[in-house]
C-alpha cells in the first residue's frame, strides 16, 4: 500500500488542523493505521493507531484529549483531526500502515511494527 499525506501548515497555537492520509490499493480495511511524528532533532514518536475495522483506538498521552484519529475504509482515507495544537506539536507528521486484520492497537505504537510509510507532512505551530 502506498501513502500520501496532506494537510499540514503552520498554525497560530489553539488553532487546529486536519491531517488526512489516502492509500492505494484494495486492502486498505486490513491494514491498522498509525500516526507517528518527528520534531525537529529528534526521533520519531507514535501520536495514534487505529486497528482495521476502526473500533478501537490507542494514543500517546501528549495528545490524548487533543487529537482523534479516524479512519474512512470506503475512502481509503485515515485522517488526524488535532485540536488545541501548541508549539510543541510542532513536527513532521507521517502516515504509517500495518498489515493484518485484528491487530491490538496496543502493539501497535513503535515505528518497527508497520511496513509502510509516507512521505510527511510538516506541522508548524507558532506561540
Known amino acids: 500500500v502506498q501513502l500520501v499525506e496532506s494537510g499540514g501548515g503552520s498554525v497560530q497555537a489553539g488553532d487546529s488542523l486536519r491531517l488526512s492520509c489516502a492509500a492505494s490499493?484494495?486492502?486498505?480495511?486490513?491494514?491498522?493505521m498509525g500516526w507517528f511524528r518527528q520534531p525537529p532533532g529528534k526521533e520519531r514518536e507514535f501520536v495514534a493507531t487505529?486497528?482495521?475495522?476502526?473500533?478501537?483506538?490507542y494514543y500517546a498521552d501528549s495528545v490524548k484529549g487533543r487529537f482523534t484519529i479516524s479512519r474512512d475504509n470506503a475512502k481509503n482515507t485515515v485522517y488526524l483531526q488535532m485540536n488545541s495544537l501548541n508549539p510543541e506539536d510542532t513536527a513532521v507528521y507521517y502516515c504509517?500502515?500495518?498489515w493484518g486484520l485484528g491487530v491490538p492497537v496496543r502493539t501497535s505504537t513503535s515505528p518497527a511494527a508497520y511496513g509502510n510509510w509516507g512521505q510527511g507532512t510538516q506541522v508548524t505551530v507558532s506561540s
Open positions: 490499493g484494495r486492502t486498505f480495511s486490513s491494514y491498522t
Open positions: 487505529m486497528g482495521s475495522s476502526g473500533s478501537s483506538t
Open positions: 504509517a500502515a500495518r
